[in-house]
């Protein structure tokens, strides 16, 4: 790029590569070659102004080169304030960002409060430009109180797009401080309670707490995020925040409302997996709506179909069944509903005027009950309960780990023994669910092989059960060396050996991870091969002894369980003196278990880049093989093409005519032109769409040409190949900006790369 001056990103309007690149009708091999030429290529970008309108940025012209962004997108109704806020005064406008790669996020866009202000963002094809244009129209010239940002990440990182990761090594990067800036010049100053909050867990880890210093610093107002306390699903957005924000009360609640808030983040898996099909029905009747009025719409579908407002709703209920089932394990009793009976009216507040009527009223109680009760009284009179006697060692550890944990609970100052403790939970949790695994689907499978009564082979069941067996096993010994170490819990304890020697077993886990495909591949043929192992799958699947899960879903908490180990540990860490001797050992047990997360996250983007380009395919019909080791889609943009006219007229009275539709494709290294058909059948209110390929071109030489609004044009660009120009318009003003800019990363990014 050549340039006499620094330009910022923001007032790139055109650029020019050499143009060599393909169309229709040539062949992959073709294909292949013009994207990895490896000839010299010469670049000169062209630059002028075009920034989103926003009080903070310097240069005010919009995309075309002419006047100010108009506070209105052509063509939509109401502004996005007036269609998901009602009017509020700037001292109480509230504005939350969610990223549309976190689960569900239409449920959580439906949980957003009524006075705040939801903007919802594509996270691949978002650039940090693109982003703050959202925002600047979203509040329409007003400041916030508090902006809130909703995305992946861990306690290390900012998971922002696809192409940005703000950890402690880019936090000061231009581009991201630039970024930080105009976001923090959106918000209310520190002294007027301004602040953002990330829900990322950062706050429970030292780098964590690095990077939201370095962030208050460069927006000037505070920054708060979650400890991550809370384990499991999105549950460590409910935990404790740090530094405690300047409002009062828990952060989230001032976005989001309660009860729908809390199904979200127990239940963002399930109901993403459940979304797929409903984002594929739905979409084809809200495709004419906004990314946040089509949010709200499924996502209060999801609520309408689940009823889990009503399950939150008797979560005590829930509570004090699940304390008497405990209380049931612990006792060896003839008459478990009576039992289970007796502890719920304990729960119940009119427990003695119920005992009692109970008592002397022979014609509404059982005799089996009112026995029972008097027995229970007399106990109670006495005071000569028995010890529980358990039958079996799993019964004894459950007791010894209850025990355990109410000793920890004795300081609740103690960050240290805080995060300890959850180490201890999480860790007997995820073995029991290996444990499920263990008694309800490998030892009855087995003891059938030992009756002569089969239902699966020998060779079928080592390769579904053996893997996990052998990491049950390793993670037992790990719950074994956790709880005595916490048996003798203090200052000066030590855990980080503990995992360190966990993390010298690992093989275990890499021998699952790479039969996994293997295993569901054998369930499922078995399943649809034998009828008697279909009939137990479905006796055993989704009841109480497996927690209402398939096995298949019991199996995919190996995946997860690392992302809890290094979240944990970090936050151990960030609460142990420096010159504390578990130090190292935290350290070295980190390093490890992190890099096993990130190699269970590579084989996890893998497979799903190389599903996403399978499906995209077949989506279009006569397409090369596009799918390459390096290669993955960033956006995925529907256009108008245009017929220009005569180009001795000037541009300002030129005359367009739309003559066909096209879907375009952005790759990080080409971008694929393909014809888009829409069609009707009778009857049917929704239409069906089909591709058919038209042309590749490598980014590399790929000239992307901004065309200026006029009377006669809006939201026009060109894409100039070797031998073919496609004139287009998007329906949007926001679609064309944050296309121009994805292409535009996309272009520099690819040059760097060469």
């Not at 119940?348 to 002397?360: D, E, F, M």
């Not at 390793?474 to 074994?480: E, F, R």
């Not at 944050?738 to 690819?750: D, E, G, K």
């Amino acid at each position: 790029m050549t340039s006499s001056r620094r330009y910022s990103p923001h007032s790139v309007k055109r650029w020019q590569l050499e143009s060599l690149g393909l169309h229709g009708g040539q062949t992959e091999m073709a294909i292949r070659d013009s994207i990895n030429l490896d000839q010299t290529v010469s670049s000169q970008t062209r630059f002028s102004a075009w920034t989103p309108k926003g009080s903070k940025c310097a240069n005010k012209q919009n995309a075309a080169g002419s006047n100010n962004y108009p506070t209105m997108t052509t063509g939509q109704g109401l502004n996005l304030r007036h269609q998901c806020a009602p009017p509020c005064s700037s001292d109480q406008l509230r504005l939350v960002l969610i990223s549309s790669h976190i689960p569900a996020y239409e449920v959580l866009l439906d949980s957003v409060k009524p006075t705040v202000i939801p903007v919802v963002y594509d996270y691949n094809g978002m650039t940090p430009e693109g982003l703050l244009f959202c925002v600047e129209k979203a509040l329409d010239g007003h400041t916030a109180q508090s902006i809130g940002l909703v995305a992946d990440g861990d306690s290390q990182q900012i998971h922002l797009m696809q192409s940005i990761r703000i950890c402690s090594q880019s936090v000061l990067s231009s581009d991201i401080r630039n970024f930080w800036e105009k976001l923090g010049s959106c918000v209310q100053a520190e002294n007027n309670g301004g602040h953002i909050d990330i829900f990322v867990p950062l706050a429970s880890s030292e780098c964590g707490m690095e990077i939201l210093g370095h962030l208050s610093q460069i927006a000037g107002i505070p920054f708060c995020s979650p400890t991550g306390i809370a384990t499991g699903s999105f549950n460590h957005i409910l935990s404790e925040w740090l530094p405690a924000p300047p409002s009062s009360g828990s952060p989230p609640f001032s976005y989001f409302i309660d009860i729908k808030l809390q199904a979200w983040c127990r239940l963002a898996g399930v109901m993403e997996e459940a979304l797929h099909a409903v984002r594929k029905q739905m979409k084809k009747y809200l495709s004419d709506l906004q990314r946040n009025v089509s949010g709200r719409i499924i996502g209060q579908f999801m609520y309408d179909s689940i009823p889990m407002v009503k399950v939150l709703t008797n979560y005590e209920v829930g509570e004090a069944l699940t304390e008497a089932l405990v209380e049931l394990g612990k006792e060896k009793n003839d008459h478990p509903l009576e039992f289970l009976s007796v502890c719920l009216l304990k729960k119940c507040s009119k427990y003695k005027q119920i005992r009692h009527q109970l008592l002397i009223s022979e014609g509404n109680t059982d005799d089996a009950l009112s026995a029972f009760l008097k027995q229970e009284d007399d106990q109670e009179v006495d005071q000569t309960d028995k010890p529980p006697q358990s039958q079996y060692h799993s019964k004894l550890r459950f007791q010894q780990l209850a025990l355990l944990d109410k000793k920890l609970q004795g300081d609740p100052g103690d960050k240290r023994s805080k995060f300890a403790r959850e180490i201890l939970t999480s860790e007997r949790q995820y073995v029991q669910i290996l444990e499920i695994v263990r008694d309800v689907y490998a030892a009855p499978l087995k003891a059938a092989l030992s009756s002569n009564r089969a239902i699966l082979s020998i060779a079928n069941v080592q390769i579904i059960f053996s893997d996990i067996l052998d990491i049950l096993q390793v993670n037992k010994q790990l719950l074994d060396e956790l709880t005595e170490r916490l048996q003798e819990w203090g200052p000066a304890q030590c855990l980080g050996d503990v995992l360190v020697k966990f993390a010298s077993r690992l093989k275990t886990y890499t021998n699952f991870f790479n039969n996994y495909t293997v295993i569901l591949k054998t369930i499922d043929k078995c399943r649809e091969a034998m009828p008697t192992f279909r009939a137990f799958l479905r006796r055993h699947d989704q009841t109480v002894l497996t927690k209402m899960m398939s096995l298949q879903e019991l199996l995919l908490f190996p995946s997860t369980r690392f992302e809890e180990y290094v979240n944990l540990l970090y936050a151990l860490r960030l609460h142990t003196p420096p010159e504390h001797s578990d130090r190292k050992d935290l350290n070295s047990a980190i390093l490890q278990l992190k890099q096993y997360k990130d190699y269970i996250g590579q084989l996890k983007a893998s497979l799903e880049k190389d599903t996403e380009l399978t499906s995209i395919q077949k989506m279009i019909q006569g397409c090369p093989n596009i799918i390459e080791a390096n290669r993955h889609l960033i956006k995925i943009q529907d256009v108008a093409l245009l017929r220009g006219g005569n180009e001795d007229i000037s541009a300002s009275l030129r005359i367009y005519e739309q003559i066909s539709d096209l879907r375009l494709f952005l790759f990080n290294d080409a971008l694929v032109i393909s014809s888009r058909h829409i069609f009707y059948t009778p009857f049917k209110r929704t239409s069906d769409t089909s591709c058919q390929f038209m042309a590749s071109v490598s980014l590399s030489r790929l000239l992307v040409e901004d065309i200026p609004d006029t009377k006669y044009v809006k939201n026009a660009f060109s894409l100039q190949g070797p031998k073919r120009q496609w004139i287009c318009s998007t329906t949007t003003e926001d679609d064309k900006f944050t296309w121009l800019s994805a292409c535009q990363s996309a272009i520099h990014a690819s040059i760097g790369k060469r």
